[in-house]
């Protein structure tokens, strides 16, 4: 089976880069653990594409959850494009609208 190439966009690494900011607020070792198994999550989508449920709010779209973060994700003839990482009481509408749009 082929490879498929995961690409994050602009938009998702900026979540992540604010996520971990967030965390490290507390503890920077946590901070770069856990954005480091989020970013190592997506991996699987190489081999898997389709392992994540579809999301609820956008069937377009699939996810991947660690933690009560969603990383969402499309599938394309190209491959996979990570749009973003919804944080708990993120509006997930509204992350999900806005990374599509860029």
Same mark, same amino acid.
């Given at each position: 089976?082929?490879?498929?190439?995961?690409?994050?966009?602009?938009? =998702? *690494?900026?979540?992540?880069?604010?996520?971990?900011? &967030?965390?490290?607020?507390?503890? #920077?070792?946590? =901070?770069?653990? /856990?954005?480091?198994?989020?970013?190592?999550?997506?991996? +699987?989508?190489?081999? /898997? #594409?389709?392992?994540? #449920? /579809?999301? +609820?709010?956008? #069937?377009?779209?699939?996810?991947?959850?660690?933690?009560? &973060?969603? $990383? $969402? &994700?499309?599938?394309?003839?190209? !491959?996979?494009?990570?749009?973003?990482? $919804?944080?708990? !009481?993120?509006? =997930?509408?509204?992350?999900?609208?806005?990374? *599509? *749009?860029?």
């Amino acid at each position: 089976m082929a490879k498929t190439t995961v690409v994050w966009t602009t938009n =998702a *690494k900026f979540d992540l880069s604010e996520i971990g900011s &967030y965390i490290a607020e507390d503890s #920077p070792t946590r =901070a770069v653990e /856990f954005t480091q198994r989020l970013f190592e999550l997506t991996v +699987q989508l190489q081999k /898997f #594409p389709m392992s994540g #449920p /579809f999301c +609820q709010e956008d #069937p377009t779209c699939r996810q991947l959850t660690l933690e009560g &973060y969603r $990383i $969402i &994700y499309e599938i394309s003839e190209k !491959g996979i494009d990570v749009l973003t990482i $919804i944080s708990p !009481g993120r509006d =997930a509408v509204r992350a999900i609208d806005s990374a *599509k *749009k860029r």
